[in-house]
């Protein structure tokens, strides 16, 4: 075979290569890619510089400097990632990705996996990741150079010509182009720096609470708890036995359920959103509004409960640095992760079991004489994505707190089930089994206290967990031995017992309305 062949070949490789490279799409719901047979619109905006530079003589010796190349490469390699985030941030979170918010917390996010996963498998990961790059660099730089060197040959020239024009073709199927994904993520960010994001009022926080003086009230966002629970057949049927505990455990201790949808601010991560939404009754869809709407001073839930008489107090097993929300809602006091002062085995990203904060905040809060009621906010970590290692759950809430809480054969069959990042589903359900049997048995414990328990999903688990195109609806329980509240949130729309209906009650900030002026005496 001639040279002019192999250089044919090779040029018509390297166009295919460089045009999948920023038109793939993803197979969901896995991070994998396939490509559709669509064209590049940056590619041809290339080969057509590239012609360019070859009748300008902008190149020498009809070659592409190195560095020119070079340079090149790495923008074509920030393009590809950039298609790559794209295109499988919807499949895997559910949501489009938000460079310049999402990027900040990826040293977080890779501690956190780096903290759940084995050294080696830490390392191995990075290794690959970095090797991937190299190859992604060579191949990409070869690729590159080729169309370039091709436009310095008359009959390259022709044929980069005519490869460009296909974007042209009417029914040819041409990509998004990833240069406008940077350019809508460009002007999130310039917005977000230029602070032109308004914040609106909240509602009025003058509930008198009457309907819940004297008793307890405890706010529970459930981590990843989403309609997915009761929308997939699988992990309905995965879940009866342990929903039917929860639903038994509630009536057996002479208390009631009633239930609802609504619709979360977030999918599939940035949870403290849902948390600011509901507890300011503003709508949080973004970190930009949180942050404008923490500068301010608003009353919160928390002030409304504390204008009342009520001790206010954040359970945060997950909290291991500073948190500027704790201010802003106005607590009394904050339990996080180092002042809970768990000695047991360590569980995920967060170490830290469910059932061992809700023991520890009886022993710290709930048990002392003579107290004051108590608003408790208790974000849960327990069924945090990858969901495992899951806690045992232990029957023995005193054991709980030592610093033996579970026996060797039960932490065993704990640490040897290992996450399918490919089907996440077994280890949610095993997850959110573990929470049930978690309220169920705290219930139980405090079965003489006055408390009203609502229970919350702070947003659907990932898209690969929850599937696609689901919507970003939660569950909404509150659990409680006064009817009168029961019955006005009825009213309002709930519906009795565990099993929420459709359609959503409201959006998730709306929700707290409805709380408040359900505890008021009307």
Known sequence: MSARWLHGFALVAAVLLLDVSLTFHNIWPTPAISWRGEVSIELAAYMLACIGAAFTGASRAGRTSSVTLRVVTVVWMLLVLGRYADVTATALFGRDINLYWDLRFIPDVVSLLAKAAHVWLVLGVTLAIVFALGVLYVVLRWALGRVALAAH????????AVAAAVV??????VARPVTLTFARQLGVAIRAMAGTTTVPPGPAMTSSLARVKGADVYLIFLESYGAVTF???EFVRGLAAPRAEFDKAIHDTNRDVVSAFVESPTFGGSSWLA????MSGVEVRDPDVNAMLMAQKRDTIVTNFKREGYRTVALMPGLWQAWPEGGFYGFDDIYGGERLDYRGPQFGWFDIPDEYALAKFDALEADKPARAPLFMFFPTISTHTPFRPTPPYQADWKRVLTGQPFGQAELDRSFDEQADWLNLGPSYVDAMAYTYATLSGYLRTRSDRDFVMILLGDHQPPALVSGEGAPWDVPVHVIASRRGVLDALIAKGFRRGLTPARPDLSH??????ILLDSFAQE
């Open 153 to 160: 040959d008359i009959r390259g020239r022709i044929a980069l």
């Open 168 to 173: 042209l073709v009417p029914g040819i199927p």
């Open 231 to 233: 929308d997939r057949a």
């Open 275 to 278: 948390h600011i939404s509901l």
């Open 508 to 513: 998730m900030n709306a929700l707290l309305p």
